[in-house]
C-alpha cells in the first residue's frame, strides 16, 4: 500500500458554529465555545499525525461588525482558552504563534495572546497558527510597509524584493498552505491566506465546524491523498 501523504500544512476556516448552534435551538454563542473544543481536539490530533504547520481562522478584521454581545464572547473566548483551557495543548509540544493586527483588540486578550505565545515558544510539534483579527489583504498591505521601511532605511535594494523576502515579511515565516478546509458548506476564501494559498489543494464539507471531529478531519486527509498536484507542470 502506498505510503499517506500528509499535507506539511493545513488551514482550516472553521464555519457554521452559529449555525450549528441555530438549529438546536441553543444561542449563537454555545456554537463558538463547541466549535473552540473542536479546535483543540483537532490541534492534538495533527499534531498526533505528524502535522508541521496548521493556520485556523479564529477571527477575521470584518467578523468586528457582529453584535458587541458576540464580539465581547469571541474575545472572552480567547481570553478563557489561552489563559485556561490550553494546558494539554502545551504539554503536546504544540507552538501557539498569531497571525493579526492588534488594534483594536484590547489589553486583556493581547496579553493572553503573548502568554501563550511565551509559553510555547520552545516547543517543537505543531505550529498552530492562529489568525486573530486577521485579513489577508491587511496582511499584503502590513508587509508591503515593512519592505518599504527597509528600502527605506538602506536595508535593502530593489532587486532584494522576491517572493522569499514578500514571505519572510508576511505576519508568520511560514511555508505555503498546501491544503485548505472550510467547514459548513460555504465555498469562498473570504480573505484568507490568499498569498499562501497559491497552490493549495481545497477541500469543502458541509459539517459545521463544531461537528468536524477527527474522523472527519481524516476523511479530508484521504480525498488529499487522492490528489495530483502538479504545480503548473505536467
Ligand atoms: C465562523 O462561524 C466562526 C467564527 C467567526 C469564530 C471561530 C472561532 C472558534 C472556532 C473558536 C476558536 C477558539 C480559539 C481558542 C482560537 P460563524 O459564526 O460565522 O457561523 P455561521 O456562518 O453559521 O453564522
Redesign the pocket.
Known amino acids: 500500500m502506498e505510503e499517506r501523504k500528509l499535507p506539511t500544512h493545513v488551514g482550516i476556516?472553521?464555519?457554521?458554529?452559529?449555525?450549528?448552534?441555530?438549529e438546536k435551538g441553543r444561542p449563537?454563542t454555545d456554537?463558538?465555545?463547541e466549535?473552540?473544543n473542536?479546535?483543540?481536539e483537532l490541534a492534538l490530533h495533527m499534531n498526533d499525525l505528524g502535522i508541521k504547520y496548521a493556520s485556523?481562522?479564529?477571527?477575521?478584521t470584518e467578523?468586528f461588525k457582529?453584535t458587541k454581545t458576540?464580539v465581547d464572547f469571541?474575545m472572552n473566548?480567547?481570553i478563557e482558552?489561552?489563559n485556561n483551557?490550553?494546558d494539554q495543548i502545551l504539554k503536546n509540544n504544540i507552538r501557539i504563534v498569531f497571525s493579526g493586527r492588534e488594534k483594536p483588540l484590547s489589553d486583556k486578550v493581547l496579553k493572553a495572546m503573548r502568554g501563550i505565545e511565551e509559553e510555547s515558544k520552545d516547543n517543537t510539534g505543531l505550529v498552530l497558527n492562529?489568525c486573530?483579527n486577521y485579513g489577508s489583504r491587511s496582511e499584503i498591505v502590513d508587509m508591503t510597509k515593512k519592505i518599504s521601511e527597509l528600502y527605506k532605511d538602506n536595508k535593502i535594494s530593489l532587486d532584494d524584493i522576491d517572493e522569499e523576502l514578500i514571505r519572510k515579511n508576511l505576519y508568520n515565516d511560514l511555508p505555503d498552505v498546501d491544503f485548505l478546509i472550510r467547514t459548513?458548506g460555504?465555498l469562498r476564501l473570504s480573505n484568507f491566506m490568499l498569498y499562501q494559498l497559491s497552490y493549495a489543494e481545497f477541500y469543502f464539507t458541509r459539517t459545521?465546524?463544531?461537528d468536524f471531529h477527527s474522523d472527519e478531519f481524516d476523511k479530508a486527509i484521504d480525498d488529499f491523498n487522492d490528489r495530483n498536484r502538479r504545480f503548473g507542470g505536467n
Do not use: C, Q
Open positions: 476556516i472553521m464555519d457554521g458554529n452559529g449555525r450549528w448552534a441555530t449563537r456554537g463558538h465555545r466549535g473552540a473542536t479546535l483543540k485556523v481562522y479564529a477571527f477575521s467578523n457582529r458576540e469571541l473566548l480567547f482558552m489561552f483551557e490550553f492562529v486573530l459548513s460555504e459545521y465546524f463544531p
